[in-house]
């Protein structure tokens, strides 16, 4: 299998976020595997630019590897979905991580420093203005997921749910619906449109700073060459 260079991968990310070609488009052109042009992606949206920079020897703990593990098995998300909620580098570590699981041989990695762990014990109950708050500083602020996260003193997790639930329906999304006999959240027509613009903004602002961003990489690598 071919490697690439860790700019070959950020030009690759570029061109999917910024230019939106698809992702079969992009792998045809650089002889690459489609799934490898997610993966990069994938990976760039969780850990930053310094990704294809960093060695792939992360340390996790055995509670995070089985957190990881249980959420996947249970079906609540995909194994990318998996890798992002838990910051997990690569899709084949969780793979490896099922088989051991499965065998009953999952431990934690060794000489592990403290890295790795995911905060799941930071869920709260919010209020749906202080989601739509926190959803809109993320969209905003250019931060990563856990910055965010942590700033506002909820699990990553949480706020990961709330950006993709934004993203699939909305102000709507951001409802909390649970339980029979709770009354949903509710908003007027205007508060939810004002919300709704408020996050529009947000968005257009850190596809702006995403832009600038990857503009700026590309100035320093001509510079370099």
């Given at each position: 299998?071919?490697?690439?260079?860790?700019?070959?991968?950020?030009?690759?990310?570029?061109?999917?976020?910024?230019?939106?070609?698809?992702?079969?488009?992009?792998?045809?052109?650089?002889?690459?595997?489609?799934?490898?042009?997610?993966?990069?992606?994938?990976?760039?949206?969780?850990?930053?630019?310094?990704?294809?920079?960093?060695?792939?020897?992360?340390?996790?703990?055995?509670?995070?590897?089985?957190?990881?593990?249980?959420?996947?098995?249970?079906?609540?998300?995909?194994?990318?979905?998996?890798?992002?909620?838990?910051?997990?580098?690569?899709?084949?570590?969780?793979?490896?991580?099922?088989?051991?699981?499965?065998?009953?041989?999952?431990?934690?990695?060794?000489?592990?420093?403290?890295?790795?762990?995911?905060?799941?014990?930071?869920?709260?109950?919010?209020?749906?203005?202080?989601?739509?708050?926190?959803?809109?500083?993320?969209?905003?602020?250019?931060?990563?997921?856990?910055?965010?996260?942590?700033?506002?003193?909820?699990s990553y997790?949480?706020?990961?749910?709330?950006?993709?639930?934004?993203?699939?329906?909305?102000v709507d999304?951001?409802?909390?619906?649970?339980?029979?006999?709770?009354?949903?959240?509710?908003?007027?027509?205007?508060?939810?449109?004002?919300?709704?613009?408020?996050?529009?903004?947000?968005?257009?602002?850190?596809?702006?700073?995403?832009?600038?961003?990857?503009?700026?990489?590309?100035?320093?690598?001509?510079?370099?060459?």
């Open positions: 299998m071919k490697k690439y260079t860790s700019q070959e991968k950020l030009d690759a990310v570029r061109r999917r976020l910024v230019n939106h070609e698809s992702f079969t488009a992009i792998a045809a052109s650089m002889q690459a595997n489609k799934k490898s042009i997610m993966e990069w992606v994938r990976q760039y949206e969780c850990f930053g630019l310094t990704v294809f920079e960093r060695t792939n020897n992360n340390h996790y703990a055995l509670e995070t590897k089985v957190n990881a593990v249980e959420y996947y098995l249970s079906g609540r998300g995909s194994l990318a979905d998996t890798c992002r909620i838990f910051e997990i580098y690569a899709d084949w570590q969780l793979r490896d991580w099922i088989k051991q699981y499965n065998s009953h041989n999952l431990r934690a990695s060794p000489s592990r420093s403290g890295k790795g762990t995911v905060m799941t014990g930071k869920r709260r109950k919010t209020s749906l203005d202080e989601r739509i708050r926190i959803v809109e500083d993320y969209l905003s602020s250019g931060a990563t997921y856990v910055e965010v996260a942590e700033k506002h003193d909820v997790q949480q706020l990961y749910q709330w950006v993709q639930k934004y993203n699939k329906n909305g999304g951001l409802i909390d619906r649970r339980g029979q006999s709770k009354r949903p959240e509710e908003m007027t027509e205007v508060e939810k449109l004002q919300a709704e613009n408020r996050i529009l903004k947000a968005k257009l602002e850190r596809k702006e700073l995403e832009n600038i961003f990857l503009k700026k990489v590309d100035e320093i690598e001509r510079r370099r060459s």
